[in-house]
C-alpha cells in the first residue's frame, strides 16, 4: 500500500468571466522547487498552460490570484515520504479585470440559464502613456429598456490620474458609437440585475493616438478627423478634396470657359477628382497679361513616347506672331506667363484610359 496521492481539479466558468481565488493556508513539507509535494495552480485547462503559482512549505498568508481565462487547473501531489499535508483556498467567478495592453478584447458573461443576477463587471483597460484607448462594440444587446438605463446599463468611465468622470450610460441594444478616451485609461461598468436572453456585448480595444493633434493637422489643409486606428482629411463647405486626400481646394471643373485672372484661380479637368471623360476637348481662354500657371496635380494616360492624353499651352507675345505651343503631361509644371496678347489651355482625352487628370492654379504676377 502506498501514501502516494494526485488530484486534480478543473474549474471552468463563462467566457468573459475570470476566477478569483484566495490560498488561505498551505501545509506541505518544504522540498526544492516544490516538484515533490506540491499545490499548483494553472492559469488554463491544460498543463502546458501558465504557472499562477507553485507552493509548498508552511504558508498562512492570505495569498490574492486572479486568472486570466475563464479556466482554472489546480494540481496536488503527495509524495510517500510525506506523513502530513493539507490546504485551503477559496475562489468566486469574476467578471472584469485590470488590463495593461496595446490591444485586447472583452465581452460579458455567457448567456447560459445561470446567468448571473445583480452582476458588476468592471473592466479597466490601460494602454501606454501618450496613447489613449479607442474602444470598439461589435455585439451590444443590454434588453429592450431603450431609454430606462436602471436595471441593466453600461457605464463608461474616464480614468485620468485622481479623477474618474462619467463619460456615457448606454442601454437597449443599438451598438453604441466608438469611444475615444481623454486619457490613457478607461473603465468600463456592466450591469445587469435581471437575466434575459441574448443579453451581453463583445468589445474590442487598441490604442490610439490622435493624428490630427499633430503639428500639421495630419497633412490635412482643411479638418482632420480622427478615427480609431487611423484619419482622414475633411474639406470645408464649398471645397473639394484633391485624389492625395490631404489638400482641399474651391476649382472649377467646367469643360471650358473665359478667365480674367485678377485673383488666385484654380480649373481641372471634368469630373475632376474623378477619372475625366472619354474623347473629350476643353479649351479655357485666358483674357489678361501676366500670370503663373502652377500645376497642383496631373495625372494623364501617357507613354514612353508621347503624351496620349495632354494639356496644351498656346501664348503669342506681342511682339512676335509665331505662336509658342507647350504639350504637357508628365510631371507637375510651373509656366510663368507674361506679355502675352493671346494664351488659352486646351485639354484632350481619347477613348481608352482615363485618369484623374488635372489641378491648375492661374495666379497674377
Same mark, same amino acid.
Not at 63 to 85: G, P
Not at 118 to 129: A, F, G, H, L, Y
Given at each position: 500500500?502506498?501514501?502516494?496521492? %494526485?488530484?486534480?481539479?478543473?474549474?471552468?466558468?463563462?467566457? @468573459?468571466?475570470?476566477?478569483?481565488?484566495?490560498?488561505?493556508?498551505?501545509?506541505?513539507?518544504?522540498?526544492?522547487?516544490?516538484?515533490?509535494? %506540491? /499545490?499548483?495552480? $494553472?492559469?488554463?485547462?491544460?498543463?502546458?498552460?501558465?504557472? /499562477?503559482?507553485? /507552493?509548498?512549505?508552511?504558508?498562512?498568508?492570505?495569498?490574492?490570484?486572479?486568472?486570466?481565462?475563464?479556466?482554472? $487547473?489546480?494540481?496536488?501531489? #503527495?509524495?510517500? #515520504?510525506?506523513?502530513?499535508?493539507?490546504?485551503?483556498? #477559496?475562489?468566486?467567478?469574476?467578471?472584469?479585470?485590470?488590463?495593461?495592453?496595446?490591444? @485586447?478584447?472583452?465581452?460579458?458573461?455567457?448567456?447560459?440559464?445561470?446567468?448571473?443576477?445583480?452582476?458588476?463587471?468592471?473592466?479597466?483597460?490601460?494602454?501606454?502613456?501618450?496613447?489613449?484607448?479607442?474602444?470598439?462594440?461589435?455585439?451590444?444587446?443590454?434588453?429592450?429598456?431603450?431609454?430606462?438605463?436602471?436595471?441593466? %446599463?453600461?457605464?463608461?468611465?474616464?480614468?485620468?490620474?485622481?479623477?474618474?468622470?462619467?463619460?456615457?450610460?448606454?442601454? @437597449?441594444?443599438?451598438? =453604441?458609437?466608438?469611444?475615444?478616451?481623454?486619457?490613457?485609461?478607461?473603465?468600463?461598468?456592466?450591469?445587469?440585475?435581471?437575466?434575459?436572453?441574448?443579453?451581453?456585448?463583445?468589445?474590442?480595444?487598441?490604442?490610439?493616438?490622435?493624428?490630427?493633434?499633430?503639428?500639421?493637422?495630419?497633412?490635412?489643409?482643411? /479638418?482632420?478627423?480622427?478615427?480609431? @486606428?487611423?484619419?482622414?482629411?475633411?474639406?470645408?463647405?464649398?471645397?473639394?478634396?484633391? =485624389?492625395?486626400?490631404?489638400?482641399?481646394?474651391?476649382?472649377?471643373?467646367?469643360?471650358?470657359?473665359?478667365?480674367?485672372?485678377?485673383?488666385?484661380?484654380?480649373?481641372?479637368? =471634368?469630373?475632376?477628382?474623378?477619372?475625366?471623360?472619354?474623347?473629350?476637348?476643353?479649351?479655357?481662354?485666358? $483674357?489678361?497679361?501676366?500670370?503663373?500657371?502652377?500645376?497642383?496635380?496631373?495625372?494623364?494616360?501617357?507613354?514612353?513616347?508621347?503624351?496620349?492624353?495632354?494639356?496644351?499651352?498656346?501664348?503669342?507675345?506681342?511682339?512676335?506672331?509665331?505662336?509658342?505651343?507647350?504639350?504637357?503631361?508628365?510631371?507637375?509644371?510651373?509656366?510663368?506667363?507674361?506679355?502675352?496678347?493671346?494664351?488659352?489651355?486646351?485639354?484632350?482625352?481619347?477613348?481608352?484610359?482615363?485618369?484623374?487628370?488635372?489641378?491648375?492654379?492661374?495666379? =497674377?504676377?
Amino acid at each position: 500500500m502506498t501514501d502516494e496521492l %494526485y488530484c486534480e481539479w478543473f474549474i471552468k466558468r463563462e467566457e @468573459g468571466e475570470y476566477i478569483e481565488f484566495i490560498v488561505d493556508y498551505v501545509n506541505i513539507p518544504d522540498n526544492e522547487n516544490c516538484t515533490e509535494d %506540491y /499545490l499548483d495552480f $494553472l492559469d488554463g485547462y491544460s498543463f502546458s498552460s501558465t504557472y /499562477l503559482d507553485s /507552493l509548498c512549505g508552511n504558508k498562512t498568508a492570505e495569498d490574492f490570484y486572479i486568472t486570466t481565462s475563464n479556466y482554472l $487547473l489546480v494540481l496536488f501531489e #503527495r509524495s510517500d #515520504r510525506a506523513n502530513f499535508m493539507e490546504f485551503s483556498f #477559496r475562489y468566486k467567478v469574476a467578471c472584469g479585470r485590470e488590463i495593461e495592453a496595446d490591444e @485586447g478584447l472583452i465581452k460579458s458573461t455567457g448567456n447560459s440559464a445561470d446567468y448571473p443576477y445583480s452582476k458588476d463587471c468592471i473592466w479597466i483597460i490601460t494602454v501606454p502613456e501618450d496613447y489613449r484607448v479607442a474602444l470598439h462594440f461589435q455585439t451590444f444587446n443590454l434588453g429592450n429598456n431603450e431609454t430606462d438605463c436602471n436595471s441593466t %446599463y453600461m457605464e463608461i468611465w474616464d480614468r485620468a490620474e485622481n479623477a474618474s468622470n462619467l463619460l456615457h450610460t448606454f442601454c @437597449g441594444s443599438e451598438i =453604441p458609437p466608438d469611444i475615444l478616451s481623454p486619457k490613457n485609461s478607461l473603465e468600463i461598468k456592466f450591469v445587469s440585475e435581471v437575466w434575459e436572453e441574448g443579453i451581453g456585448f463583445t468589445a474590442s480595444f487598441v490604442k490610439e493616438i490622435d493624428e490630427c493633434e499633430s503639428g500639421d493637422n495630419g497633412g490635412c489643409s482643411d /479638418l482632420c478627423v480622427n478615427t480609431i @486606428g487611423s484619419y482622414h482629411c475633411e474639406c470645408r463647405k464649398g471645397r473639394h478634396l484633391f =485624389p492625395d486626400k490631404r489638400r482641399c481646394e474651391e476649382y472649377s471643373d467646367k469643360c471650358g470657359g473665359i478667365l480674367n485672372v485678377t485673383e488666385p484661380t484654380i480649373i481641372t479637368s =471634368p469630373s475632376f477628382p474623378e477619372p475625366y471623360p472619354r474623347n473629350i476637348k476643353c479649351k479655357w481662354e485666358v $483674357l489678361n497679361e501676366n500670370f503663373t500657371i502652377s500645376f497642383l496635380h496631373m495625372d494623364f494616360q501617357e507613354t514612353e513616347y508621347e503624351c496620349v492624353d495632354k494639356i496644351k499651352l498656346t501664348g503669342t507675345k506681342k511682339q512676335h506672331t509665331r505662336p509658342i505651343v507647350i504639350n504637357l503631361c508628365g510631371d507637375y509644371k510651373t509656366v510663368n506667363v507674361t506679355q502675352t496678347s493671346f494664351f488659352t489651355i486646351e485639354f484632350e482625352s481619347d477613348l481608352l484610359i482615363q485618369d484623374t487628370g488635372f489641378a491648375i492654379l492661374l495666379e =497674377p504676377l
